[in-house]
């Protein structure tokens, strides 16, 4: 029996006839293919889009550079992941409940030309891991925002968190930005712990001394003997003072689990000390 040699140039044409239609989809296609519709149920909210003018202005607003892992906690339609990857460099995660949203994601990203460096994933978002995260997207109702805060400040410090519309409670941003007719966006950034009685001794010497840090988000207070404390901490940057007689000490170091590595300036006398946590 003779060889049929077209056999091969037929398989290859039936599969480009197949891959090139997805392979060149446009934003339109996936438009016509899924329509999100506002106000539409989810599981714990409904879907709205972000206001165009307010993606780009959350993700500077957040830093969002080529080394960031983004995650959009409520993705809808993954517009805010997508502009992280397309316009920013960055990967993206996109965690959503409805199932449409998660394909209709997907598809735009391939539209977009970022579907190597974006994920959507369909799952609940209190259910899901995103502790790899350095920068968490949220437009979410404040009952939402409000069960999330634990997982959120859980992250590792320096995590910038972008909130559209919304708060965390009574967390006090860092930034916020105000757009007449578009809405507001709020940053945060994730603060170590830094609560706990130290112990801070001098390198090279039997010098020490002991503080209690109490801590509100990044508000730092506490006590230094029977001078109170003030401060902040910034990621896992710390900064606090006190008064030591008629002298006045200032703390600046890096919270590293149950370590404080830091310089304590004294007047114009500054040693480098270690803290560990009792």
């Known amino acids: 029996m003779a060889e049929n040699k077209s056999v091969p140039f037929l398989i290859v044409t039936l599969w480009l006839a ?3 239609p997805l392979a060149a ?20 909210v409904i879907w709205e889009p972000i206001e165009d003018s307010m993606v780009g202005r959350m993700l500077e607003m957040a830093n969002v550079t080529a080394t960031d892992r983004v995650y959009d906690l409520g993705s809808g339609d993954g517009k805010i992941v997508i502009a992280a990857a397309k316009r920013f460099g960055a990967t993206g995660v996109g965690i959503e409940y409805d199932a449409g949203l998660v394909e209709h994601s997907r598809c735009l990203a391939a539209a977009e030309g970022v579907a190597d460096r974006v994920t959507f994933i369909q799952a609940d978002i209190f259910e899901s891991d995103f502790s790899d995260a350095t920068v968490v997207t949220l437009y979410l109702t404040p009952n939402v925002l409000e ?7 859980a992250l590792k410090p320096g995590t910038r968190l972008a909130s559209y519309s919304f708060r965390l409670g009574d967390w006090e941003p860092e930034q916020q930005i105000d757009s007449l007719g578009d809405g507001s966006v709020f940053l945060w950034t994730v603060p170590a712990n830094a609560a706990g009685t130290w112990t801070f ?3 090279n010497s039997a010098e020490a001394f002991e503080i209690k840090l109490e801590q509100t ?4 207070g506490g006590r230094a003997g029977s001078s109170p404390v003030v401060g ?3 990621g896992a940057e710390l900064n606090f003072g006190f008064m030591q007689g008629a002298e006045k000490i200032r703390v600046e ?13 004294r007047g ?8 560990t946590r009792n």
């Open 253 to 265: 170091g890096v919270v590293e689990a149950d370590r404080i590595v830091a310089t304590v300036v």
């Open 232 to 234: 902040t901490v910034h």
């Open 217 to 220: 988000f990044q508000t730092l």
């Open 18 to 20: 197949i891959a090139l």
């Open 147 to 153: 069960r999330l805060l634990p997982s959120l400040l």
């Open 268 to 275: 114009t006398t500054a040693a480098k000390y270690v803290a």
């Open 201 to 203: 001794r001098k390198a």
């Open 25 to 44: 989809q446009t934003r339109a296609d996936c438009e016509r293919q899924y329509t999100p519709q506002r106000a539409q149920e989810g599981k714990d």
